[in-house]
């Protein structure tokens, strides 16, 4: 278990250091989502989590995941080419003109389930999907991450009161609750907090643990399924893993250079 754990955070340090690359590359993406919801990746694909198969990407009997906070896909990328969903030399031409991995993922890509990055619509699309397993008697899972911000969407709250009509216990969202939007202290926008009562209002069964850690994802991600769908409010810094950007709203879509570049590098261990 141990060794397992290391090998997990050894993964996320990997990602992060690929991510902060890639993004200075490009001169523009979304570093600050990209790793508060890093650990949350690494468990789901690298844990155990997800039932997939890269040299199958369509395979009917997968699990379906779903990236509702789009804008965090980085992060996701650089796991499917890690996994051999893709080339690993696709991330060269992140974001550049013509290139596969563009600033939001789209179906075009082997891994990807929907097209995301307008928030508000992962959940519906996974409740519809984790609907249609039930009524074809499948039992693969569906799995959403969403952003905390992204829960200032009403079509959030209509996909999360329809699971709970449908008893969608094959449904899984995750919450990467990392207390800020893109320009400022959600709660300073509106009054998102009780938010585990929020979700236990319209019937989920609710888990809140620290995003960050690899034993409290595995334990929520591993829980014997209810009756009914399951949130998982994962509470995470933006920017988490470079000092400089973590809390801080200028990194929601901020790209690092000259020293500040040097410094990140530096204590995600590039150099």
Not at 15 to 44: D, N, P, Q, W, Y
Not at 172 to 195: F, Q, Y
Not at 242 to 262: D, R, T
Request: glycine residues 12%.
């Amino acid at each position: 278990m141990k060794d397992n754990l290391n090998f997990l955070k050894d993964k996320a340090r990997q990602v992060r250091g690929k991510v902060l690359e890639m993004t200075a590359a490009a001169g523009k993406g979304h570093l600050g989502g990209a790793f508060s919801c890093t650990e949350i990746l690494v468990a789901l694909y690298y844990g155990g989590i997800l039932r997939l198969d890269a040299s199958r990407p369509r395979w009917e009997g997968r699990d379906r995941f779903l990236l509702s906070k789009g804008h965090a896909c980085e992060a996701l990328y650089v796991i499917l080419a890690d996994l051999g969903f893709f080339p690993g030399g696709e991330l060269e031409n992140y974001n550049k003109p013509g290139c596969l991995l563009g600033g939001h993922p789209n179906r075009s890509i082997a891994g990807i389930e929907a097209d995301t990055g307008s928030l508000g619509h992962g959940l519906g699309i996974g409740a519809g999907l984790a609907l249609a397993a039930k009524m074809d008697q499948k039992d693969f899972k569906t799995v959403v991450l969403l952003s905390d911000g992204e829960c200032c969407e009403g079509s959030v709250w209509e996909a999360a009161m329809f699971a709970a009509k449908h008893k969608l216990n094959n449904l899984i969202g995750i919450v990467d609750k990392n207390g800020l939007c893109v320009t400022d202290i959600i709660e300073d926008c509106v009054a998102l907090d009780p938010l585990d009562k929020k979700w236990i209002a319209c019937g989920w069964e609710v888990v809140e643990m620290d995003g960050h850690s690899f034993d409290d994802l595995l334990t929520a991600f591993e829980r014997v399924p209810s009756d009914r769908p399951r949130m998982i409010i994962a509470d995470t810094v933006k920017g988490k893993g470079v000092s400089f950007m973590e809390g801080n709203i200028a990194w929601h879509h901020g790209v690092p250079k000259g020293e500040l570049l040097q410094q990140a590098r530096k204590e995600l261990e590039i150099i």
